[in-house]
């Protein structure tokens, strides 16, 4: 049971737009930034974004982070085939004293 | 380019000690934190712990009491120990440069089966 609750599954088709959730509490997002990781399957993660909304070079201005109380979200836009993967969302919990993490999300594109 | 190679036994007995080592190369080691990582088969990623250069640790209190990290920068590498494995430690154990919290080099990962 994960500490952070994301969707296990979203799909789209290629050029739209994909929304991803990740839902915590007060302890960890409400009161931490939060990053995102894809992961290929196989592979080891590739950060996405940091601090929430920062995108460290070399990532597509297609992903984009953002948070609201006790929840976040990754939004990725002009969706291509090569977006379908695994997308964890991680946070700082206070009260844990740990980094935690969503489950984890599988990205299809249809 | 910073890359990161974890190494170890691939198979250990349930009650033994797991070591892994995560070499370090492109870039140095000093003035960093690093973290650890596992991951099983199918799962979602656990945060293990980090490691700052000067030694100084972050463990995951949920593996506190078994695990153990350290450095060695003459040769630009990171350790892990697990003592007193089970079948719940079976994983692929990934190391990462931390920038606190955003692990922005990861090794390739390395897969650690404990079983008699």
């Not at chain 2, 690093?34 to 799962?43: I, L, V, Y």
Request: aromatic share 10%; net charge neutral.
């Amino acid at each position: 049971q994960s500490v952070l609750t994301q969707p296990p599954s979203a799909s789209g088709t290629p050029g739209q737009r994909v929304t991803i959730s990740c839902s915590g509490g007060s302890s960890n997002i409400g009161s931490n930034t939060v990053n995102w990781y894809q992961q290929i399957p196989g592979t080891a993660p590739k950060i996405l974004i940091y601090r929430s909304n920062e995108r460290p070079s070399g990532v597509p201005d297609r992903f984009s982070g953002s948070t609201s109380g006790t929840s976040a979200s990754l939004a990725i836009s002009g969706l291509q085939s090569e977006d379908e993967a695994d997308y964890y969302c991680a946070a700082w919990d206070a009260s844990l004293n740990t980094w935690v993490f969503g489950g984890g999300t599988t990205l299809t594109v249809l | 380019q910073v890359q990161l190679q974890e190494s170890g036994p691939g198979l250990v007995k349930p009650s033994e000690t797991l070591s892994l080592t995560c070499t370090v190369s492109g870039g140095s080691i000093s003035s960093y934190y690093w973290s650890w990582f596992r991951q099983p088969a199918g799962k979602g990623l656990e945060w293990i712990g980090r490691i700052y250069t000067n030694g100084r640790t972050n463990y995951n209190p949920s593996l506190r009491s078994r695990v153990t990290f350290s450095v060695d920068k003459s040769n630009n590498e990171l350790s892990l120990t697990l003592t007193s494995v089970t079948a719940a430690d079976t994983a692929v154990y990934y190391c990462a440069r931390d920038l606190l919290g955003a692990w922005d080099h990861w090794g390739q990962g390395t897969l650690v089966t404990v079983s008699s």
